[in-house]
């Protein structure tokens, strides 16, 4: 038993997704949100303030700061407030209502960014935001999940460990990840590595971010892709990347619902579809194990990917584009 739902952190279910179509393919997912709050972020939110609280580098009277799309607002702000601490999130007008509810729920100081930067999102400016509080607070810490070595130390004690006990037969030949951030994959990818050496880490990015050198575009889906490349990715140890489109990820979304009944965010839905576009583009002529990471859950995307006239909007907006 434990005393609070908050400790409910890791050994989340790892499960087969079965294709009869492509015998060769052994595709295993983790259901990263089973986490308490509902996503991966879980691990790095309580990791990083736990850690800064038992060396001292923060205490009960400093202010926590982060800019969030969503998820890790959501995972801090729960942490936060199990720590008695003060939470600021600054979020964006791109950031889903439900997020944004979730976050002022647990307390938290919730500053709204409408401005887009210059190249049309909000993430420069979040952070912008971010800085101008920091310069003028006192004992006041940004947790900078874009640089802070402890958010790739939470995945590496964590999840890349879960992940390398928890592959069928010891054998690991391919992991496919979200990158946002990038701590996530930037942990798991070292001690994946560290343990497989031969495994191919395979990153998935979707088309509008600039992580791996796109062009910049308007993204309707947070959670995945950034209009910035994240420091902390200069120490992810990634074989390929993948970039899907929008569209492709609202198909693997329902794909997922329709198939196997797992009720996937956007992030899981990109990792998902970059797996079939993959092994489309590079087949395989031998047993494999694939283990991705689903690191959401669709109920936060009801009023958009599950809603078919958003997808009817979505649709329509990438047709002028082509």
Wanted: hydrophobic share 35%; net charge neutral.
């Amino acid at each position: 038993m434990i005393n609070n739902i908050l400790e409910k952190i890791g050994n989340t279910p790892l499960i087969a997704l079965i294709n009869n179509e492509e015998p060769n393919l052994n595709v295993f997912a983790k259901l990263e949100f089973y986490n308490p709050t509902g996503s991966v972020k879980d691990r790095a939110a309580s990791y990083i303030i736990n850690s800064l609280l038992n060396q001292g580098v923060i205490n009960s009277e400093t202010t926590i700061i982060e800019s969030s799309s969503g998820n890790f607002g959501i995972s801090l702000s729960a942490y936060a407030k199990q720590k008695g601490l003060k939470f600021i999130c600054v979020i964006d007008n791109t950031t889903l209502p439900v997020n944004e509810m979730m976050i002022r729920l647990q307390g938290a100081e919730v500053i709204k960014i409408s401005e887009p930067d210059e190249r049309g999102g909000y993430l420069l400016n979040r952070i912008r935001k971010v800085k101008e509080i920091v310069e003028n607070t006192d004992n006041i810490y940004w947790v900078n999940q874009y640089e802070n070595p402890l958010n790739a130390q939470a995945y590496y004690n964590s999840l890349g460990n879960e992940i390398c006990l928890e592959i069928p037969r010891q054998k690991l030949d391919y992991l496919f990840m979200g990158v946002s951030s990038g701590g996530t994959i930037t942990g798991v990818s070292q001690k994946v590595k560290k343990q497989y050496p031969n495994a191919k880490i395979i990153a998935v990015d979707v088309e509008g971010s600039v992580i791996f050198g796109g062009q910049s575009r308007k993204r309707f889906i947070p959670g995945i892709g950034s209009s910035l490349r994240p420091k902390i990715l200069d120490s992810a140890q990634i074989d390929d990347v993948i970039t899907v489109d929008e569209r492709e990820t609202v198909s693997a979304c329902i794909e997922l619902l329709e198939k196997y009944n797992i009720y996937a965010g956007g992030s899981s839905g990109s990792v998902y579809a970059a797996v079939n576009k993959y092994f489309q583009m590079h087949k395989v002529d031998r047993s494999v194990n694939i283990m991705c990471v689903f690191a959401d859950k669709g109920e936060r995307y009801i009023t958009t990917i599950y809603n078919p006239e958003w997808r009817e909007m979505i649709e329509s907006y990438n047709l002028t584009l082509a």
